[in-house]
T-cell receptor, first 116, second 115 residues
Framework: AQKITQTQPGMFVQEKEAVTLDCTYDTSDPSYGLFWYKQPSSGEMIFLIY??????QNATEGRYSLNFQKARKSANLVISASQLGDSAMYFCAMREATGTGNQFYFGTGTSLTVIP | DTGVSQDPRHKITKRGQNVTFRCDPI?????LYWYRQTLGQGPEFLTYFQNEAQLEKSRLLSDRFSAERPKGSFSTLEIQRTEQGDSAMYLCASSLGHTIYNEQFFGPGTRLTVL
């Protein structure tokens, strides 16, 4: 089974609007971390936001927020007030505390295009 | 620049040749990771080091692949007898710790094309 599922291969959003990128995950480990990375066309993975499995509140970092629904095993990224520079691939990733525990499991990504 | 660096950024080689990539992590980071990313996919874990010790290898890492981190600083990834299926982006990442909240900092990647 896939550890991370991103069902939206591509998304479009109007500049200044908000957009939600979906991510669901699969783990039996009670302790895990969820991450979102942005990958522009240059290739570098840029860390955006982190949510721990025991965190009570949804994480926020500037225009990025994470809609964490633990029972549904979803960790959707919300980007508010989209900017042209937000156009990129976005990857959801998970890290488990036990087992192989050190690697990140990545989804297949969502390509976001911001339309002027 | 104190981020993760990788060299070269691009490599074109002929099938059957050997290639070596280098990764310089953030200086105080003791953990170093290699990932492979093919078109339309997310990065897939290959191997990781804690200091100079290689502690885990993915099944993706065939015996044609070898990685080293001799002094616990920079790392090299060598692919012997390259095949066209090896064409991918090879990403290096480093982190300070191994807890679930330690994000990994990625380098710009080395894009390999095998002709």
């Amino acid at each position: 089974a896939q550890k991370i599922t991103q069902t939206q291969p591509g998304m479009f959003v109007q500049e200044k609007e908000a957009v939600t990128l979906d991510c669901t995950y699969d783990t039996s480990d009670p302790s895990y971390g969820l991450f979102w990375y942005k990958q522009p066309s240059s290739g570098e993975m840029i860390f955006l936001i982190y949510q721990g499995s025991y965190d009570q509140q949804n994480a926020t970092e500037g225009r990025y927020s994470l809609n964490f629904q633990k029972a549904r095993k979803s960790a959707n990224l919300v980007i508010s007030a989209s900017q042209l520079g937000d156009s990129a691939m976005y990857f959801c990733a998970m890290r488990e505390a036990t087992g192989t525990g050190n690697q990140f499991y990545f989804g297949t990504g969502t390509s976001l295009t911001v339309i002027p | 620049d104190t981020g993760v660096s990788q060299d070269p950024r691009h490599k074109i080689t002929k099938r059957g040749q050997n290639v070596t990539f280098r990764c310089d992590p953030i200086s105080e980071h003791n953990r170093l990771y290699w990932y492979r990313q093919t078109l339309g996919q997310g990065p897939e874990f290959l191997t990781y080091f804690q200091n100079e010790a290689q502690l885990e290898k993915s099944r993706l890492l065939s015996d044609r692949f070898s990685a080293e981190r001799p002094k616990g600083s920079f790392s090299t990834l060598e692919i012997q007898r390259t095949e066209q299926g090896d064409s991918a982006m090879y990403l290096c990442a480093s982190s300070l710790g191994h807890t679930i909240y330690n994000e990994q900092f990625f380098g710009p990647g080395t894009r390999l094309t095998v002709l």
